[in-house]
């Protein structure tokens, strides 16, 4: 039987070997479920969309996250594909989520996006089923999406994945806008993991609503991603 090394943080093993755990039957556990859910996600972004549909085919997204969807494939009639494009506007326009406080962290702001799309208006290639389905960009960054919430360790995905996932993603016009206002991988990544480190630590809900104030999670975030940005230094120092 192949074997697959888990690592984990020193306290959390100690407390696996006192209590006797059996590490090897909870891990397959775990990995079978999450495998389940992921492959389950994935076969859905690869077919048809219907909006009725979006809650059965994506239990993974929260509520925001399904409404981007839905907003998205509200953009394009039926005989046209779902675009990252579309992905972001949707973004934009859902706008109670912890994505669009991330950019503001970043310094972009959402109504530059907006503007900046308005004039993109780039086609992308069809996705690889029957409209009404997802481009095939916008189906990558979706995969993406899925990968960047399992990486994380998260049972859920959110509108931060979603961000995470269209940067991510080289070919779509939403990746090429967010990546042209300078929201890159790297930088991105940090400051959704510092945002969610954050928020966590002091609000019991991972997504604000609405009318959630911007300026109180941007002044969360700043001290975050600073002193994330000084271990980064830190650590190339020593390289």
Request: hydrophobic share 45%.
């Amino acid at each position: 039987m192949p074997k697959i090394n888990v690592y984990l943080p020193e306290d959390l093993a100690d407390a696996v070997r006192e209590s006797g755990i059996p590490v090897s039957a909870v891990c397959q556990r775990a990995l079978e479920q999450a495998v389940r859910r992921l492959l389950a996600a994935r076969e859905a972004v690869r077919g048809p969309i219907r909006a009725e549909d979006l809650d059965a085919l994506f239990p993974l997204f929260t509520a925001p996250a399904r409404t981007v969807l839905r907003l998205a494939a509200a953009r394009r009639d039926r005989d046209a594909h779902i675009t990252t494009a579309d992905l972001l506007a949707a973004l934009v326009e859902q706008g109670g989520d912890l994505a669009l406080q991330v950019l503001r962290a970043m310094e972009i702001d959402p109504s530059h996006i907006t503007h900046v799309l308005t004039g993109r208006g780039a086609a992308e290639a069809p996705g690889p089923s029957a409209p009404p389905a997802f481009s095939a960009p916008a189906t990558r960054a979706l995969e993406a999406t899925l990968g960047e919430a399992t990486a994380l360790g998260h049972n859920h995905v959110g509108c931060e994945h979603l961000l995470l996932g269209l940067v991510a993603e080289e070919e779509g016009a939403g990746g090429d806008v967010l990546r042209s206002l300078g929201a890159e991988s790297r930088l991105t990544r940090r400051a959704v993991t510092a945002a969610l480190a954050g928020y966590h630590s002091r609000s019991p809900r991972a997504d604000p609503g609405p009318g959630a104030p911007a300026d109180a999670l941007d002044s969360r975030l700043a001290p975050l991603l600073a002193r994330i940005e000084r271990l980064e230094e830190r650590l190339d120092a020593r390289d």
